[in-house]
C-alpha cells in the first residue's frame, strides 16, 4: 500500500495555509487576501505538526486517483413491491352513533373495508394488498392516507385520517409496523387532537425482503398510548408544526422553453427575452403548494413562503422541490430536488437534538441537457427519475419548523411575519392564473376566514419581506482547471466528425446557454458576455486584474481507429494534453465541503482498512486483529484532531442555522463513536471477537457515510461533455467536492489535482450491455482563485506549457496554459496474463457462455481465445502488446501507470458478440533498471450494470523496454501452434494433487428440453480440466437415482485455496442415435464448504465408563439458562408442580376432581423432601392410565382437543418473545408454568412460593405443547443438507436484471456431494476401498412410504377476488397423485382455518417433491393460484435429524396428546445408538446410560395409590432423545413435534410473499409397522350460545324534547341492543313516552342467539356480504353487546342519547344501585374489576350510557347466558311473551304517545297543568251565564209579577 508514503518536508506548506478554509471575509481585494491569510497561518504553527501527523494517513501524496473496479455506479431500477395493509379495529372514534368505514388510498389506488353500523369502536381484521412497481426512491415517496369515515348515503363525513410515506415503513425493522395503533387526526382543525385511534398492520416489502411473520396478540386491554404507530424513539405524543418553506429567488434556469410554440415565437422575436415562465411547487406529506408565476424570466425573485402543518416529528420524510415553467399548452417540469427531513434535522433527545432547518441556501438543480431542441428526449430526468445530466439553475430557499404549543395559536414567529407582510399584500402578491383551481391555498383566499385557515392542514402560500442581511452574500471566484491525458474508447457509433470536449460547473462553461445556434462565430465572445453579466458589479476588478485565458472547451480533433479493435477510436493526445480553463462565481460556503470531505477520508480510510482485514484473517487471525486495532485507534486520533479544528472555525462567515447545528452534530457522533472505538480497543469490559469488532466499524462507516452529505449545497457539481461537431453526445459528472482544493489536506477532495479516469455515458436511460461512449483520464483542479497558485502542483512532472497565441498574458497571475507538452517518450510492453475467470453471467439460452475477453489499454486492445460453453473459462493466456508509448516521467508512469480495461463477451456464431461484463485494474509496472519480480495472480470483480459477474483471476505487468538492450526483457514461455503465449510458469499457482469423491445420489424435478422430456440423464462433473461421470440413469420416470453412488477423480489444484477453480456439474439427457443434450449446469464458484480435513481413521467411540458424567436429568438440574432456550425437552420439570395442597394433573378424561396431596408445610420448609414429594408427584402425572382431572377453564365444558394444544403452544411462543405482560387475567388461558414452576425448584423459601402460587391457583392446567417454527423447517435445520446437498441446475440466459435471478431459470435439481482432499500418497482409498463421503449415506433404493399431510390454517393470503377477499381450498400434488379438496373450500376468507389432514402413498425417490398449493375457488372461470410453496420430501426422510416424525414433548398413551410415531422412543433410541455406533442405550432403574452420558430420570410409575408400579423407560429415553444433539459422536438435534410456517409464492410475482401456511408432514416407511390413526386437528366447531338480556329500567337519561305548551323537558325513552356483527338481528323496546325525569320501565326481554369459539375468544358470524353474494362469509369478531338509549321522534327521524358497549369477555362489574352508577364504572374499570359473562353466567345491575365521553343515563339490565342445548330446553319469549312472560311494567300515567291518544294527551297537558285556571272559568262561565240569564229574564220576570201581582 502506498498509503504512508509521504514525505516529511511537506508539512511546512500544509500548515501554512492551515487557516485558508477558503472563507475569507476580509476584502475582495485578493493580494492583500493571501497575505492576511499567511499572517493567520503562523500562529498556528504550534500545534499543527501534529495534526497534519494524524490526518497523513487520509490523503496519500498519489498523482492518479484511486481504481474503481466498478465502470458504473449502481443505478436506479424498477423493482416489484407489495404494500400489504391489515386494519384491525378502531377505538375511542368521536361522533355519535356513527358508521364507520376505512378507506385506504395509496398513490391512486383506493381500497375500502365493510361498513359497521353504529359503533365507535369497529373491529375490521380486513386485508389488503397494493402492488406497485418502480424504482425505490418513487416508492417511498408514495403515502398511505388511512381515513376512517362515518358512512351516509349521500357523501361520506371524515372522521379523522393518518398519513405516513412508504419509506417510513420500510425504514423499520422486518420492514413494517405491526399491531400498531395509528392515531387519527382532523386535518381540516387541528386543534381538536386526537379523533379516534385505528389498530392496523403495514408492511412494505421488496423482492426476497423476508417478512416477519407476528403472532397476534389477543389482548385485550392494551395500552394504545404505549403502542403508537411512530418509529421507535418517537414520542408518543406529538405536537403539529408549522413547516415553512421560504422561496427566496432563482437563477441561470434554462432560459429557453421546450414547447412548440415557444420555439415559434423565438424565431419571430429573436432571443433577446428569457422564454420561461417559471413557479416553484413544493410537496410535503401529500399536500402540496405553489409560488406565483414570474413571467419571462430566467432569474426569478418570488420572496414567498409555504406553509404546511404536520405533526412533528412527520412520518413523511422528504420535501420535494421542483420548478415548473407554465407553458400554453402545458406546464414543464424545469428540474426536481428532494431534501431529506433526517438529513437536515437530529432526533436525539435534550440539547443535542435540533428541529429541521435549512438555509436560506442554494440547491442546485439538475437534468436534462440545455438544447434547444423542439422535444426533450429527457425530460424525466427533471422530474427527479434518473441522475441530471446538466446543470438547470439554482434556487435560493430556506426551511423552518416552529412546534405548535396549544393548537394552532398565532406564535411569536408567525406574527411578526404577518406583521412585516401586510403592506406589501396588495403589490406584490400576483394572484395566480384561474387554472390553478388544484390548489385550494392559490383559489379562494379572500373567503376562507384566517381563523380557519390557521387550524386547518391546508396549504397556505404567502408573500414575505426579506431580512436585509440575507442579500449580502459575498461571491468568490473559483477556478475550474482541466487537463486531458487521454480519450480513449470513444465508442464508433460516435462517428469521425472532430470531438472536442467541454467542461462546465454551473452554466460557466456551457458553450450553449444563452447562444442561439446562429450565431456560430460569435460563440466564444457571447460566452465571455454571459459569464460577465451573471457577476455583481463589485468583483469586475478582478476579472481584469486575472486576465487568464479562459476556455472551457478542447480544441476539435478527428478520432482514430484503435489498433486490434475497429468498434473503439481515440484521439491521439500524446505529447500534448490540452488543457480547459473556467472561471466562475460562487457563494462562499466551502466550509462545508470541507469537513464533509474529512469525513469522507476517514470514513474511506475505515472501509480501506476493513477490507485488508478481511483478506488477512484468511492468513492470520492476530495480525488481522492488531490491524483492527491500529485502525481504530488512527480513527480516535482523527476524531479528536477533526473537533479541534472544528471549534476553530473563522468567526464571521455566513453560517446558517444547519451549519452550526451540523457542526455541533459531527462533534457529538464522532466523540460518541470514538468513545466507543476506545471501548473496543481496550475491552475493559469483555473481550470481543474479531466479528464483532469489524461489526462495530461497519456501523461507525455507515454513520460517518450519512454525516457526509451536505444538504445545503455551493458549488454545482461538474460536468465533462463530449461534442461531435457540436453535438452532445456522453458526459461524466463529478461533485464538486471531490475535486475542491483546499491547502489542509485532509480537506481536499479525494481527486483533487490527480488524474482520475472517467467513463463517459448515454445522458437518460441506458440499454443493456456496453454503454460506456468513451473513457477519459482527466486532472481536475477546482478552487477559489487565491490558491490558484497551486494548480499545478500535482500534474505528472516533465511538462512544459504552451500557452495559446491569444493570451495577454501581461498581467497574468497563473498562466494558464492551453495545453501541456510531454516531451520524453518511453516505451514499455505490456503483459496481460489472462489465467481463468469465474462465475460468469450466462449468456445463451443453454445457461451457459462462449467467453472471451477484451484487453484495452491506452489505444491498444487485444482478444483472448474463446472458450466454449463454459461459466468459468481458463484461458491460460498471455496477451502481449509490444512498444506502447507512454509520456511523462518513468518514475511516475511507474508508480501511478494507466488503467487497463477488461471487457468480458460471449461469442455467438451468429450477430454481434454479447457484452457480459467489465472490471478496471492497475498493472504492475517494471522500469529497466528495476530486478524483475513475477506478478501474483489476483482476483478483480467482474460487473455488468447492476448485476456482479463474477472475478477475473488475472495480472498485468508493465514492463520498460530498455533503450540500450530492447530484447532485455524477462523470457516468455514458447507459444502454441495458433502462437498463443501461456501464461508464464512462474505466475500460474503452484499445483499439488487433489482427490475429489462424488456422491451420485440423484436428478429431481427436470423439466422439458427442446420440448422433450429427459429420460435418461447422466451427470459431469468437471474441475480444472478433470473430471468424472455418473452413470446413466435408464428410465428417469421410474428411477431418477443413480445406480453407482460414488465416484472419484485426481485433479491438480493451487495449493492456495483462495486460487481453487470452479468445479462444474453438468447435466445431459441421452437420445435416440446417440445424441445427447446439454440440459443444465451449476458451478460452485467456492471448494472451500467441500474441503474436507483428514480424519486419523474411524472415531474411537469411548466406551471406557470412568468419563461418565452423570447427568441429573432430575428436576432440579434444570438451570434457567435451559429453561429459557425453549426445549421442549424439558418439558417435565414444566409440568410437575407442587401447589398448594393441589396437585393439577391433566389426563385426557372429561371428568371434574381435585386429587388429594401430601400437606404443604413440609414442602415449603424442607427442600429435601419437596423434592422427593415432588418426584411422586411426577409420577402420578405420569401414570398411563385414565385419571379424574381439575381443570379452571371458563367454560367447563370445553373438551381438551388438539386445538388446545395448539392454543397453548401459540401463548408459549408468543411469551417467550415477551408479548404478554406479566399480570395474567384467569381466563385468559395462560400456563404461567415455566417461571413458576422455576422459582418453586430454585428456591424454597416460603414467601416468594406463596405469592406465584396464589396466581397459579387459578390457573388452567399445563398442556403438552408443540414448537411453531416462524419459518420453514428447512431453515431450521439448514435444509437437511447434513447427508446430501442440493444443487440447482440452471439453464437459459442471466444477462438481463430480469432473468438474472427468476424462477425460470431453474431446470432441475441435482443432489449429490463433494469431499475434496490432498491425494494419499500410497493412491490408495482410505476405508478399506470405500470413498469416505460415503460414510453415514443411507442405500439409494426405492421405498415405500405413507405420508400424512397436515394443513392447520393459512393467513394473510394475497386476495384473489375482485372484492379483495379468496375463497381458499388447498392442493396437494405428490409425483402423479393429485389431491383437490375442492368442495372443503372456506368462502370470502384471507385467514383461513383448514384444519384438513390428507394421507398420501408414495415411493422415494420417484415421488419426493411434495407440492402444496392454496387454490381460490370460482364458481364461473378457472380457480385462481393464490400460492404454493414446496416441500423436498426425500432430504428430511433421509435426514439425520430425524424430520420423519417430531417427537412430542411428552410421551402419553392415549388422549390429545398420544404418541403418534408408529415406534416408541425406546425403539428409536436404540436405533439412533446402532446407527452412530454408540454402545447403549443401557437401561437400569431410574437412568439410562447412551455412550459415555448417563441420564437419570423417572422410570416406575404408579398408576394409583394401591396398585403395583408399572416399569417403563418411554419417558425418560423421550428425553434422551431431545438432548441428542449433546451426546458425543451424535451431535444432531432431532426435529421435535411442530408446526411450520410456509411462505406461499406464485410464479407470476417471483420473490413475494403470498400468505404463509401453517402446516406439518409426517412419513412413515412402509416396512416398519404402521401408525396409529391420524391426529384429528379439524377446526372446532363454535359453541352455539344464547345472551338474553332483560332492560329493567333507566334512570337519568338526558331530556331532549320540549313541551310547546309548557317548557317543560321530557323524554320517549327506548333502548336499542345488539350484539356486534349481528347488526340484522337489533331488537328494540317499547317506547316509554314523556318520561319527564329520565326514569323509563320496560322489563323487556332481548334474545340474541350466537356462535362463539371459547378457547379463541372470539364470535363466529356467517352471512351474506351482499345481495350478490352467492355464499356466506365467516368471520372471527369479538363479541361485544351495543345497548343504545334513543329518543322516540313521530314525525323527525329519532334522536340517539347514548350508547354502551360491553365486550362479553371482560365488562366492568355493575353498579348495585342507580346512583352509585357512574361513568367511572366503564371509563376506569381496571382489569381486576372486569367479568365475563362466559363465567359469570348471569349479571344484574346498573350500567352507564355515555356519548360524547358525558353520561347521558343509566340503565339496569339483567344478563343470562346459556348454551344452545339450554335454550332449547328452556326456552324464553322476547320481548314480555310467552315462555316466561315478563310483568307489564308499572309506568306512570303521562306515559303514553300523544299521536295515539288525543284525549288522553288532552288530559294530561291541558287538564293537569290548568286545572284551577278551568275551574274557575267553568265556574265564571256559569256565573256570566247565571248573570246573562238573570238580566235576560229579569224584566219579563219583573212584569209578569206585575202582571200577576
Known amino acids: ?171 423499520q425493522p422486518g420492514h413494517q409496523f405491526c399491531d400498531k395503533w395509528a392515531l387519527l387526526t382532523d386535518p381540516a382543525d387541528i386543534r381538536t387532537g386526537a379523533k379516534g385511534y385505528l389498530k392496523c398492520d403495514i408492511s412494505v416489502t421488496g423482492k426476497g425482503d423476508a417478512i416477519q411473520a407476528t403472532q397476534k396478540t389477543a389482548d385485550t386491554e392494551e395500552q394504545i398510548e404505549k403502542n403508537l404507530l411512530i418509529p421507535k424513539g418517537f414520542p408518543s405524543e406529538r405536537p403539529w408544526a408549522r413547516f415553512y418553506v421560504r422561496i427566496y429567488k432563482a437563477e441561470g434556469l434554462p432560459k429557453m422553453n421546450s414547447s412548440i410554440m415557444a420555439n415559434v415565437t423565438k424565431a419571430f422575436i429573436g432571443d433577446s427575452k428569457d422564454l420561461v415562465d417559471p413557479y416553484v411547487v413544493v410537496m410535503f406529506a401529500g399536500q402540496m403548494g405553489r409560488t406565483t408565476v414570474q413571467k419571462n424570466c430566467a432569474d426569478p425573485v418570488w420572496h414567498e413562503q409555504i406553509i404546511f402543518k404536520e ?19 402545458n406546464d414543464v417540469a424545469l428540474a426536481t430536488h428532494f431534501i431529506d427531513l433526517k438529513k437536515i434535522s437530529n432526533e ?43 446543470f438547470r439553475g439554482r434556487l435560493f430557499i430556506e426551511i423552518a419548523v416552529e412546534i405548535l404549543s396549544g393548537g394552532a395559536r398565532e406564535s411569536k414567529f408567525s406574527s411578526i411575519i404577518k406583521d412585516i407582510k401586510l403592506p406589501s399584500k396588495d403589490k406584490d402578491f400576483k394572484a395566480p392564473k384561474g387554472k390553478d383551481k388544484t390548489e385550494k391555498a392559490g383559489e379562494d383566499r379572500k373567503s376562507t376566514s384566517p381563523s380557519d385557515k390557521m387550524n386547518s ?161 484468511k492468513v492470520s487471525e492476530i495480525a ?54 476506545k471501548g473496543i480497543v481496550q475491552q475493559q469490559k469483555k473481550k470481543m471477537s474479531l466479528d464483532e469488532m469489524m461489526h462495530e466499524t461497519q456501523s461507525f462507516i455507515d454513520k460517518i457515510r450519512f454525516l457526509v452529505d451536505e444538504p445545503q449545497n455551493t458549488v454545482p457539481d461538474v460536468f465533462i461533455w463530449m461534442l461531435s461537431s457540436s453535438k452532445r453526445v456522453a458526459y461524466a459528472r463529478v461533485p464538486a467536492k471531490n475535486i475542491l482544493y483546499s491547502p489542509a489536506k485532509e480537506q481536499r477532495g479525494k481527486d483533487c489535482g490527480k488524474i482520475k479516469t472517467s467513463f463517459l455515458k448515454l445522458p437518460g436511460k441506458r440499454p443493456l450491455g456496453w454503454t460506456v461512449q468513451a473513457k477519459v483520464d482527466i486532472y481536475l483542479w477546482l478552487g477559489p482563485a487565491s490558491y490558484a497558485h497551486s494548480i499545478m502542483e500535482n500534474l505528472p512532472v516533465g511538462y512544459e506549457t504552451e500557452l495559446s497565441s491569444n493570451t495577454n498574458s501581461g498581467h497574468s497571475v497563473v498562466p494558464s496554459p492551453a495545453c501541456l507538452l510531454y516531451k520524453t517518450p518511453h516505451l514499455f510492453q505490456l503483459r496481460a496474463h489472462m489465467y481463468q475467470a469465474r462465475g460468469l453471467i450466462a449468456a445463451d439460452s443453454t445457461g451457459l457462455s462462449d467467453p472471451f475477453a477484451k484487453v484495452t489499454f491506452t489505444s491498444h486492445c487485444q482478444t483472448t481465445k474463446i472458450i466454449s460453453q463454459t461459466l468459468s473459462p481458463t484461458w491460460n493466456q498471455m496477451l502481449l502488446f509490444d512498444s506502447i508509448v507512454l509520456h511523462g516521467d518513468r518514475e511516475e508512469i511507474a508508480q501511478f501507470p494507466p488503467e487497463i480495461v477488461i471487457e468480458l463477451y460471449d461469442d455467438d456464431a451468429v450477430g454481434k458478440a454479447e457484452y457480459i461484463g467489465s472490471t478496471v485494474a492497475a498493472p504492475v509496472v517494471r522500469l529497466a533498471d528495476q530486478i524483475y519480480k513475477p506478478p501474483k495472480l489476483s482476483y478483480h470483480p467482474v460487473y455488468c450494470g447492476n448485476l456482479s459477474g463474477g472475478d477475473l483471476l488475472a495480472t498485468f505487468e508493465l514492463l520498460e523496454i530498455p533503450e540500450s538492450d530492447p530484447d532485455r526483457l524477462p523470457p516468455l514461455d514458447p507459444p502454441d501452434v495458433g502462437q498463443i503465449y501461456p501464461v508464464p510458469a512462474n505466475i500460474r499457482p503452484v499445483l499439488s494433487k487433489y482427490r475429489v469423491e462424488v456422491l451420485f445420489w440423484g436428478v429431481r424435478e427436470l423439466k422439458k428440453v427442446q420440448l422433450l422430456s429427459v429420460d435418461r440423464p447422466q451427470v459431469l462433473i468437471e474441475c480444472a480440466g478433470k473430471g468424472v461421470k455418473s452413470s446413466v440413469i435408464q428410465s428417469y420416470k421410474k428411477n431418477p437415482n443413480f445406480s453407482g453412488l460414488a465416484d472419484w477423480f485426481e485433479v491438480e489444484l493451487p495449493e492456495n485455496e483462495l486460487l481453487h477453480p470452479p468445479l462444474t456439474i453438468c447435466v445431459v439427457d441421452w437420445r435416440a442415435f446417440g445424441r445427447s443434450t446439454l440440459v443444465g449446469t451449476h458451478t460452485i464458484n467456492c471448494l472451500k464448504q467441500f474441503l474436507c480435513k483428514t480424519q486419523l481413521g474411524p472415531q474411537a467411540t469411548p466406551n471406557r465408563l470412568d468419563i461418565v458424567e452423570i447427568e441429573k436429568a432430575s428436576p432440579e438440574s434444570s438451570q434457567p439458562a435451559e429453561l429459557s432456550r425453549e426445549e421442549p425437552f424439558l418439558a417435565d420439570h414444566i409440568y410437575a408442580e407442587v401447589e398448594q395442597g393441589i396437585c393439577t394433573v391433566v389426563e385426557p378424561d372429561p371428568h371434574l376432581a381435585t386429587l388429594p396431596a401430601a400437606e404443604p408445610e413440609h414442602s415449603a420448609s424442607e427442600p429435601g423432601k419437596e423434592r422427593k414429594q415432588k418426584d411422586t408427584k411426577k409420577s402420578i402425572r405420569r401414570s398411563t392410565k385414565k385419571r379424574k382431572r381439575t381443570i379452571a377453564d371458563e367454560s367447563a365444558e ?75 423447517l428447512e431453515s431450521e435445520f439448514n435444509n437437511f443438507e447434513d447427508w446430501v446437498k442440493t444443487f440447482q441446475l440452471l439453464r437459459g440466459k442471466s444477462n438481463d436484471e430480469v432473468h438474472a435471478d427468476s424462477e425460470d431459470r431453474i431446470i432441475g435439481k441435482f443432489k449429490g456431494s463433494f469431499c475434496i482432499y490432498p491425494s494419499p500418497e500410497d493412491g490408495s482409498l482410505l476405508d478399506g476401498g470405500q470413498p469416505r463421503i460415503l460414510q453415514g449415506i443411507p442405500p439409494n433404493h426405492s421405498v415405500k412410504v405413507l405420508i400424512r399431510v397436515y394443513i392447520v390454517a393459512a393467513f394473510n393470503l394475497s386476495p384473489a377476488d375482485p372484492d379483495g377477499k379468496s375463497d381458499p381450498y388447498i392442493v396437494l400434488r405428490l409425483g402423479n397423485t393429485e389431491i383437490k379438496d375442492r368442495e372443503n373450500y372456506i368462502p370470502k376468507q384471507l385467514n383461513p382455518v383448514f384444519g384438513r389432514s390428507f394421507e398420501i402413498q408414495a415411493t422415494f425417490p420417484k415421488d419426493s417433491l411434495l407440492t402444496v398449493l392454496i387454490y381460490d375457488h370460482d364458481f364461473v372461470g378457472t380457480d385462481d393460484l393464490i400460492g404454493e410453496t414446496k416441500i423436498d420430501l426425500e432430504n428430511r426422510f433421509y435426514s439425520r435429524h430425524r424430520a420423519t416424525c417430531g417427537l412430542q414433548s411428552q410421551y402419553e398413551i392415549e388422549g390429545y396428546n398420544a404418541w403418534r410415531d408408529a415406534t416408541k422412543p425406546s425403539e428409536i433410541l436404540t436405533k439412533l445408538c446402532k446407527d452412530y455406533r454408540i454402545s447403549g442405550p443401557f437401561m437400569r432403574p431410574g437412568e439410562i446410560q447412551v455412550g459415555a452420558k448417563v441420564f437419570k430420570g423417572q422410570t416406575v410409575f404408579r398408576e394409583d395409590e394401591n396398585e403395583e408400579p408399572v416399569e417403563s423407560y418411554e419417558h425418560l429415553s423421550l428425553k434422551v432423545l431431545h438432548a441428542w444433539e449433546e451426546i458425543p459422536g451424535a451431535g444432531y438435534k432431532l426435529v421435535p413435534e411442530h408446526i411450520e410456517t410456509r411462505p406461499l409464492y406464485h410464479k407470476d410475482k417471483p420473490g413475494m410473499e403470498q400468505g404463509r401456511v401453517q402446516m406439518w408432514v409426517d412419513m412413515f416407511p412402509k416396512d416398519m409397522p404402521l401408525p396409529g390413526p391420524p391426529v384429528d386437528i379439524s377446526p372446532r366447531k363454535p359453541k352455539g350460545y344464547e345472551l338474553r338480556v332483560i332492560i329493567w329500567n333507566t334512570e337519568d337519561v338526558i331530556l331532549e324534547d320540549e313541551n310547546i305548551f309548557t317548557g317543560q323537558k321530557s323524554s320517549d325513552i327506548y333502548v336499542k341492543g345488539w350484539i356486534k356483527g349481528l347488526e340484522e338481528d337489533k331488537q328494540e323496546t317499547d317506547v316509554h313516552y314523556n318520561s319527564l325525569t329520565g326514569e323509563g320501565n320496560f322489563s323487556w326481554r332481548f334474545v340474541f342467539p350466537f356462535h362463539y369459539l371459547p378457547a379463541e375468544k372470539q ?167 247565571f248573570l246573562v240569564l238573570f238580566i235576560y229574564t229579569l224584566p219579563g220576570a219583573i212584569s209578569h209579577r206585575i202582571v200577576v201581582g
Open 1198 to 1272: 370445553n373438551v381438551i382437543d388438539w386445538w388446545s394444544k395448539y392454543y397453548a403452544s401459540v401463548l408459549k411462543m408468543q411469551k417467550a418473545k415477551g408479548i404478554f405482560s406479566s399480570e395474567g387475567k384467569p381466563e385468559d388461558n395462560k400456563q404461567n408454568s415455566d417461571h413458576i414452576a422455576l422459582i418453586i425448584e430454585e428456591e424454597p423459601d416460603k414467601k416468594k412460593k406463596d405469592k406465584t402460587l396464589k396466581r397459579k391457583r387459578k390457573e388452567t392446567p399445563n398442556l403438552a405443547t408443540l414448537q411453531i417454527y416462524e419459518g420453514d
Open 1 to 171: 500500500m502506498k498509503l504512508k508514503k509521504k514525505k516529511k518536508g511537506e508539512k511546512g506548506l500544509t500548515i501554512a495555509n492551515k487557516d485558508a478554509l477558503g472563507d475569507h471575509d476580509e476584502s475582495a481585494n485578493l493580494h492583500h487576501d493571501t497575505l492576511g491569510r499567511q499572517e493567520a497561518g503562523e500562529e498556528e504553527l504550534m500545534n499543527s505538526n501534529a495534526l497534519s501527523d494524524i490526518f497523513g494517513s487520509l490523503s496519500p501524496k498519489r498523482k492518479r486517483a484511486k481504481l474503481v473496479t466498478r465502470i458504473h455506479e449502481e443505478e436506479m431500477k424498477s423493482q416489484h413491491y407489495q404494500i400489504a395493509i391489515t386494519i384491525i379495529e378502531a377505538r375511542q372514534l368521536v361522533g355519535e352513533n356513527i358508521d364507520p368505514v376505512v378507506i385506504i388510498e395509496i398513490g391512486d389506488e383506493k381500497k375500502q373495508t365493510s361498513v359497521k353500523e353504529g359503533t365507535n369502536a369497529p373491529f375490521y381484521n380486513e386485508y389488503f394488498v397494493f402492488d406497485f412497481v418502480g424504482p425505490q426512491v418513487f416508492l417511498f415517496d408514495k403515502i398511505i392516507n388511512i381515513s376512517v369515515m362515518h358512512n351516509k348515503l349521500i357523501g361520506s363525513v371524515l372522521v379523522g385520517s393518518f398519513k405516513v410515506d412508504l419509506g417510513t415503513v420500510y425504514g
Open 1659 to 1825: 364470535m363466529v358470524v356467517s352471512k351474506r356480504e351482499n345481495i350478490f353474494s352467492l355464499e356466506k362469509t365467516e368471520r372471527k369478531i369479538p363479541a361485544e353487546l351495543m345497548l343504545q338509549v334513543w329518543d322516540f321522534e313521530r314525525l323527525s327521524s329519532d334522536d340517539f342519547l347514548g350508547t354502551l358497549e360491553l365486550n362479553l369477555n371482560g365488562f366492568p362489574r355493575a353498579a348495585k344501585t342507580a346512583k352509585s352508577c357512574d361513568l367511572g364504572i366503564v371509563v376506569a374499570a381496571s382489569e381486576e374489576n372486569k367479568i365475563s359473562i362466559f363465567q359469570q353466567k348471569r349479571v344484574r345491575g346498573w350500567w352507564p350510557f355515555i356519548k360524547a365521553g358525558q353520561l347521558t343515563g343509566k340503565v339496569e339490565a339483567e344478563f343470562h347466558l346459556v348454551t344452545a342445548e339450554e335454550a332449547e330446553k328452556n326456552p324464553v319469549g322476547k320481548a314480555r311473551k310467552e315462555p316466561e312472560p315478563l310483568e307489564k311494567p308499572n309506568r306512570p300515567d303521562t306515559s303514553f304517545s300523544w299521536f295515539v291518544n288525543p284525549f288522553k294527551c288532552l288530559y294530561h297537558l291541558i287538564w293537569r297543568n290548568y286545572k284551577k285556571y278551568i275551574i274557575i272559568g267553568i265556574i265564571l262561565l256559569i256565573l256570566i251565564v
Open 457 to 617: 392542514t391546508e396549504v397556505e402560500v404567502e408573500p414575505f419581506d426579506v431580512p436585509s442581511e440575507i442579500y449580502e452574500e459575498k461571491f468568490e471566484e473559483f477556478l475550474l482547471f482541466g487537463t486531458f491525458f487521454e480519450a480513449t474508447m470513444i465508442d464508433r457509433k460516435v462517428g469521425d466528425k472532430p470531438i472536442t470536449f467541454e467542461v462546465s460547473v454551473g452554466n460557466f462553461g456551457n458553450i450553449t446557454e444563452g447562444v442561439s445556434a446562429g450565431a456560430g462565430g460569435k460563440k466564444k465572445t457571447r460566452d465571455r458576455e454571459a459569464e460577465e453579466s451573471l457577476l455583481y458589479e463589485g468583483e469586475d476588478e478582478i476579472s481584469h486584474d486575472l486576465g487568464i485565458p479562459l476556455i472551457s472547451t478542447t480544441p476539435p480533433e478527428k478520432p482514430l481507429i484503435t489498433g486490434g479493435n475497429r468498434n473503439y477510436q481515440y484521439l491521439p493526445y500524446d505529447e500534448r494534453k490540452p488543457c480547459i480553463c473556467v472561471k466562475s462565481y460562487w457563494g462562499d460556503q466551502t466550509f462545508r465541503l470541507y469537513s464533509s470531505n474529512t469525513l469522507e477520508k476517514m470514513a474511506d480510510h475505515l472501509e480501506e482498512s476493513l477490507e485488508q482485514v478481511k483478506d488477512m484473517i
Open 348 to 390: 436525539q433527545d435534550g440539547d443535542k437534538g435540533f428541529l429541521p432547518t435549512f438555509g436560506p441556501a442554494w440547491i442546485n438543480l439538475y437534468g436534462s441537457p440545455r438544447s434547444h431542441s423542439l422535444m426533450d428526449d429527457h425530460q424525466e430526468l427533471n422530474e427527479g427519475f434518473g441522475e441530471g445530466v446538466s
Open 624 to 677: 488481522s486483529e492488531e490491524k483492527m486495532r491500529t485502525t481504530l485507534n488512527d480513527f480516535i486520533n482523527q476524531s479528536r484532531a477533526f473537533t479541534t479544528i472544528a471549534e476553530k472555525k473563522p468567526k464571521g462567515l455566513n453560517y446558517t442555522a444547519l451549519d452550526k447545528k451540523r457542526l455541533m452534530l459531527f462533534k457529538q457522533e464522532l466523540e460518541a463513536m470514538s468513545s466507543d472505538a
Open 311 to 329: 405533526m412533528f416529528p412527520p412520518l413523511c420524510r422528504r420535501v420535494k422541490i421542483q420548478v415548473w415553467d407554465e407553458g400554453s399548452m
